[in-house]
């Protein structure tokens, strides 16, 4: 059972679009995180948010963690080529950390 | 500085057959995973370790086995290997950090039983 939810699982935008990409619990972690995984590689993180409501941001990408600390989402301004990946949330114990299936972003140009 | 490296990136085996897929770093990390990924599934996790000579299970533990003789190797092994694993196997180590610790994680092994 995954107990973190991500939607959507695929998305397929233009050079240029916005998008976001959403990750969602019933249950409250302690951080969240987020990973970026290219074909034929391991994932690498992006970010990890701890305090509820935070926002962080890293270049054209925007995460937040919901007040209650159970859900997070990514927002991708003008998204490029390079975004083109699987986005992966990840959260739990950092000695059990459990991942969500993953949203599938392409940009096209 | 080689990060966290996985031996074979490929194999085949037969039902039955067992194999060990091998994983070490370099980092000196205290924490070391095994994960699958399956499509449609994400990660999930096989077994970990949080230092020498401990080891515990994860979400899908059954059909694997690992040990830590050493803080760099963490193999995993099949004892018997179905189709069911057939799959594409991460190992990923961690600084040893109550909470936030990130995970590096090698190339991927990947896997098929016939």
């Known amino acids: ?109 | 500085n080689a990060g966290v490296t996985q031996t074979p990136k490929f194999q085949v085996l037969k039902t039955g057959q067992s194999m060990t897929l091998q994983c070490a770093q370099d980092m000196n990390h205290e924490y070391m995973s095994w994960y699958r990924q399956d499509p449609g599934m994400g990660l999930r996790l096989i077994h970990y370790s949080v230092g020498a000579g401990i080891t515990d299970q994860g979400e899908v533990p059954n059909g694997y086995n690992v040990s830590r003789s050493t803080t760099e190797d963490f193999p995993l092994r099949l004892l018997s290997a179905a189709p069911s694993q057939t799959s594409v196997y991460f190992c990923a180590s961690s600084y040893s950090r109550p909470r936030g610790g990130e995970l590096f994680f090698g190339e991927g092994s990947r896997l098929t039983v016939l």
């Open chain 1, 1 to 109: 059972t995954q107990l973190l939810e991500q939607s959507p699982q695929f998305l397929s935008i233009q050079e240029g679009e916005n998008l976001t990409v959403y990750c969602n619990s019933s249950s409250v972690f302690s951080s969240l995180q987020w990973y970026r995984q290219e074909p034929g590689e391991g994932p690498v993180l992006l970010v990890t948010v701890v305090t509820g409501g935070e926002v962080k941001k890293l270049k054209r990408l925007t995460f937040q963690f919901g007040d209650a600390r159970k859900d997070s989402s990514l927002h991708i301004t003008a998204a490029q080529p390079g975004d083109t990946g699987l986005y992966l949330c990840a959260g739990g114990n950092w000695g059990k950390l459990q991942f969500g299936a993953g949203t599938q972003v392409v940009v096209t140009p």
